[in-house]
């Protein structure tokens, strides 16, 4: 079983920059693909990036790409999601993902096993 904590949300202005990070236990980090997901109020969950096991590999979201970058740390366990040039729409609660299987889509939320109480992130304009 596999525990995500994120940290790091807040609320900044628009063209700030802020760092997300989730701190994993529980389980053998490195054997777990990991996924950043975001979601706004009635709104539904939306892929915002992925990272495979040994970091070498990663998927972005077409909103988010070269704005946003996956990142992990195998020996402290950790995942961070740097996130520049933020927008409004950028708005939304940030959760954290876990998934020890090989699947077609990393960008589907039904995918992960395994998913943080998520931070919130609010970017004023």
């Known amino acids: 079983q596999v525990q995500l904590v994120e940290s790091g949300g807040g609320l900044v202005q628009a063209g700030d920059s802020l760092r997300l990070s989730c701190a994993a236990s529980?389980?053998?980090?490195?054997?777990?693909?990991m996924g950043w997901f975001r979601q706004a109020p009635g709104k539904e969950a939306e892929f915002v990036a992925a990272?495979?096991?040994?970091?070498?590999?990663?998927s972005y979201a077409r909103s988010v790409k070269g704005r946003f970058t996956i990142s992990r740390d195998n020996a402290e366990n950790l995942v961070y999601l740097q996130m520049n040039s933020l927008k409004p729409e950028d708005t939304a609660v940030y959760y954290c993902?876990?998934?020890?299987?090989?699947?077609?889509?990393?960008?589907?939320?039904?995918?992960?096993?395994?998913w943080g109480q998520g931070t919130q992130v609010t970017v004023s304009s």
């Open positions: 993902a876990a998934t020890a299987r090989y699947l077609s889509d990393y960008g589907l939320p039904s995918g992960y096993d395994y």
């Open positions: 529980g389980g053998a980090f490195s054997s777990y693909a």
């Open positions: 990272i495979w096991w040994i970091g070498s590999v990663t």
